[in-house]
Nanobody, 116 residues
Framework: QVQLVESGGGLVQAGGSLRLSCAAS??????MGWYRQAPGKQRELVAA????????NYADSVKGRFTISRDNAKNTVYLQMNSLKPEDTAVYYC???????????WGQGTQVTVSS
């Protein structure tokens, strides 16, 4: 079965960096991405990567600061987060779409907290 295991969240001061990892298993994936959800807000797309074309998509709020990448051999997607701001504080979720599937699967989420 499909399983996504996330790691790398934590507490960091404003201006600092974190690197999130998501190890996916159980399928070949056509796309992977990161979403986040802050208290009282809807879950939003942060960054996504299409495996075949290497096309990336970023939320405007993180462009120039966050970078999504993937190690295909390890079926692992990363989110490098630099110049973190307090408004980046949220639970970050990995999502992966199996090849041929109309929907994706979610990871358990990892907390990112950015202090002032």
């Amino acid at each position: 079965q499909v399983q996504l295991v996330e790691s790398g969240g934590g507490l960091v001061q404003a201006g600092g960096s974190l690197r999130l990892s998501c190890a996916a298993s159980g399928s070949i994936f056509s796309a992977m991405g990161w979403y986040r959800q802050a208290p009282g807000k809807q879950r939003e797309l942060v960054a996504a990567l299409t495996t075949s074309s290497r096309t990336t998509n970023y939320a405007d709020s993180v462009k120039g600061r966050f970078t999504i990448s993937r190690d295909n051999a390890k079926n692992t997607v990363y989110l490098q987060m630099n110049s973190l701001k307090p408004e980046d504080t949220a639970v970050y979720y990995c999502n992966a779409v199996p090849r041929g599937s109309p929907f994706g699967y979610w990871g358990q989420g990892t907390q990112v907290t950015v202090s002032s």
